[in-house]
């Protein structure tokens, strides 16, 4: 079992190699100034960096060489970053701050953020083309996961479908399939891809991918939680937030004791998945209880 401080060496270590890996690939680009300094601004910006860090937990129940998955890992980040420009954009969420600092329209323009998440978006499937770590095989599974999981059977699929039931009252499961579409395909694809690369067999990847799936929905509902009991400083936007913007959220369907039983059921039925993948992935049950009782 890892115990607290492994698992945060864990988290520090990976997160300073996808710092770097990610300053590498964005600082060497020969673009148009403007453009590359939207891009940099919003990737280092200083996010969790969770995506990319399930993806090595998950490749290191396989494998200790990280270098193979970091290329791809950072792809991951920046496919994360560009939907969050994208959705703070006027015409979708209309955010003026993100991760503590000013959204990437209101710094620049929104012509540049449109532009900066596009290319964001087209350079982490480059990314994963020109990944001397991988075969050309490997190459094409993981640009087909990650179409599939950020394009419009995934992410996108979700934010419409989350734009469509705005301001109007939603079931549970109409909002468990918005969460799985929006968030979940990502952390999904960290997963699989992951467990992919490390070359885990189909049955261990088809547990990981319903333990994903669970995860994901933990994360959610936690990011719920936290809109009403947690930190303003910490969260980095104000409390509350959600009731205000009219969202609609677990807390709101099920108050926050039903949100917390709810979250409660999805970590146990989580580690159940990940035990029966008969995998050592020691770092990915801790991650669980780290994602569900996060403070930000
Ligand atoms: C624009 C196609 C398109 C999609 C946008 C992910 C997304 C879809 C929108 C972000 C809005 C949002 C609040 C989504 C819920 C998931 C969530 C809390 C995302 C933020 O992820 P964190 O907490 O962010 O990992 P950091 O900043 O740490 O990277």
């Given at each position: 079992m890892i115990v607290q401080h492994e698992l945060n060496h864990f988290i520090n270590t990976?997160?300073?190699?996808?710092?770097?890996?990610?300053?590498?690939?964005?600082h060497q680009l020969d673009?148009?100034?403007?453009?590359?300094?939207s891009m940099i601004y919003s990737a280092e910006a200083g996010g969790k960096r969770l995506r990319p860090i399930l993806l090595i937990a998950s490749f290191n129940a396989y494998s200790d060489d990280v270098s193979k998955v970091l290329s791809s890992a950072v792809a991951l980040e920046l496919i994360h970053t560009y939907s969050l420009i994208h959705?703070?954009?006027p015409a979708m969420d209309d955010d003026d701050v993100r991760r503590g600092h000013p959204t990437n329209h209101i710094k620049f323009d929104e012509?540049?953020?449109i532009l900066a998440g596009d290319a964001l978006l087209t350079f982490s499937f480059e990314l994963?083309?020109?990944d001397v770590y991988l075969t050309d095989n490997q190459k094409v599974q993981l640009i087909q996961l990650f179409s599939k999981a950020s394009g419009p059977k995934g992410m996108v699929a979700g934010q419409i479908l989350d734009m469509e039931a705005e301001k109007k009252a939603v079931t549970l499961e109409e909002l468990e399939t918005i969460h799985a579409l929006k968030t979940g395909e990502l952390f999904r694809f960290a997963i699989r891809s992951g467990a992919y690369l490390g070359e885990a067999t189909r049955e261990q990847i088809a547990h990981l991918d319903k333990f994903a799936h669970f995860l994901g929905l933990i994360f959610q509902i936690q990011d719920d939680i936290l809109d009403v009991t947690g930190d303003a400083e910490k969260i980095g936007k104000?409390?509350?937030?959600?009731?205000?913007?009219?969202?609609?959220?677990?807390?709101?369907?099920?108050?926050?004791?039903?949100?917390?039983e709810k979250k409660e059921y999805y970590v146990s039925k989580a580690k159940k998945e990940l035990s029966e993948a008969n995998a050592d992935a020691s770092y990915l049950m801790a991650l669980v209880d780290y994602l569900s009782n996060r403070d930000h």
């Open positions: 990976n997160r300073e190699k996808i710092q770097q890996e990610l300053t590498h690939h964005l673009i148009p100034e403007q453009l590359k300094n959705d703070d954009l012509a540049t953020a994963i083309a020109n104000p409390v509350g937030s959600d009731e205000t913007n009219e969202k609609n959220t677990y807390v709101k369907l099920l108050d926050i004791d039903g949100a917390v």
